[in-house]
């Protein structure tokens, strides 16, 4: 009795160590080639992985070619160097060294050197074959025996451009993270073959639903290779599962700024992509030209390309001194009115505007339905407002019946920016008993519900958004109008809303 308890105990230990031997980080950053870039380390180094894992990366890729003596090494390029790695042997390429002194890495070496810590993945790519699609099917055999034989199963996920060799590691190990990187299979197309992600360049997912189909699927979404800060936020607004890029510093750090990071999840979004008019999905036109409560003296046209349009990922909002219907001027209003509706959340827009005296470009939201009567009994929300008279400053507004300009009683708040030559991110946290305002994630200004009713804090209906550029009026105009500015164009990289 005593041994079976002995030998029980003995089992429940290993099990239970076993358990715990892995503790893979958990974040979507994948090291292109290794953490190089920084510290100027060799790509596809073994000094190069180690950054990576001391980084704390969830992956470090690295890519696997076959010498013509059938050694597996480490490099990127066909060439190390000057020598083509499949025309010439192992003993060859160790004439060269890196710059920091070190060899080539075989891939015996590069997965031994990886095996020594249990945090991040070593994301295995094999490189398609300039030589035959058969020797590229002995590279992936090569690959995945060199993995069986070095015990780093665990450790190792697979990627490839070429689809066959990633059907082939499937086919080998049924259980394998398998990627495919070209861009040329539908994600229903990766399930069938029982592939386990997609690893496409960012672009492609810029179709609408792209990400969401796919993870809905089942499969996991890495997107490559990712370097500015916009293009990451974009990713991680929609929730990709992994991003590679040469910027994993960068990419820690837009994470940790990234509303995705404090529980938001994108609800609604439009990012421009589609050149030409907006979306008719997202997107209606108020139009006229009476003043629009200010006395403005713009004409608002409806869809009018010359106004509004879309042009290189951007909506092109852009005010014209253009005769319309006893207006001397034309430029456009955008709503989401009736297509997108909301009641709290985080509302995001990145915009970069015009310069001018007589310019009032603004992004803000009003009520749908009006719930508690006409201005400004139902509120107005202010996210940002410009008036080209007071250069290198924005403000964030709100308006109710007892808070608004008409009575010298509205709460908001000016802060000194350059929106010029910049885009900045210009952002509201709309929740039940506050709405706080952000430029490039610095709050300067919140509005509290103080509890006392409608009047004062109307913000508990559906509001939608609103993009115009309005032309003089009561505020813009205060100080003239500089007819030389035109045509004036804001620049909107996209709008999101998020909610929790």
Known sequence: MKRLFISTFMVFIFTA?????????????????????KNKFPENSIASLNEAVRLGCYGSEFDVWMTLDKVLVINHDPEFQGLTIEKVNYADL??????????????????????????TKLILEIKPSLISKERGIEVTNASVEMVKKLGVLEWTEYISFDYDYCKRVVELLPKAKVAYLRGDVTAAQLKADKLSGVDYHYSFYQKDGWIENAQQLGLTVNAWTVNTAAEMQWLLAHQVDYITTNEPELLFEELKKAPVATGWRLKWSDEFNDAGLALAKNWSYDVGGKGWGNNELQYYTDADSLNAKVIKGNLNITALKAAKDNNEYTSARLVT??????KYGRVEVRAMLPKGRGLWPAIWALPTDWKYGDWPKSGEIDIMEHV????????????????????????????KINPYDTYHVYAVEWFK????????????????????????????????????????GDWGGKKGLDDAIFPATMKVDYVRVYQK
């Open 17 to 37: 160590s076993f358990a715990q031997k892995f503790n893979w980080n958990k974040n979507q950053v994948i090291a292109h080639r290794g953490a190089w870039k």
């Open 388 to 415: 080209g008279y007071e250069p290198d400053s924005v403000h964030g507004t709100v308006h109710t019946e007892k808070f608004n300009h008409k009575i010298n009683t509205q709460v908001g708040k000016a802060l």
């Open 433 to 472: 008993d506050r709405i706080d305002f952000f430029v490039d994630d610095q709050k300067y200004l919140t509005f509290k519900n103080n509890g006392k009713g409608s009047s004062s804090w109307p913000f508990d209906q559906n509001f939608h958004i609103i993009l115009n550029m309005a032309v003089g």
């Open 94 to 119: 160790l004439s060269k060294t890196m710059n920091n002194g070190e060899k080539i890495p075989t891939l015996e070496n590069y997965l031994l050197e990886g095996k020594k810590q249990k945090t």
């Open 337 to 342: 009115k009736n297509k997108f509706d909301f």
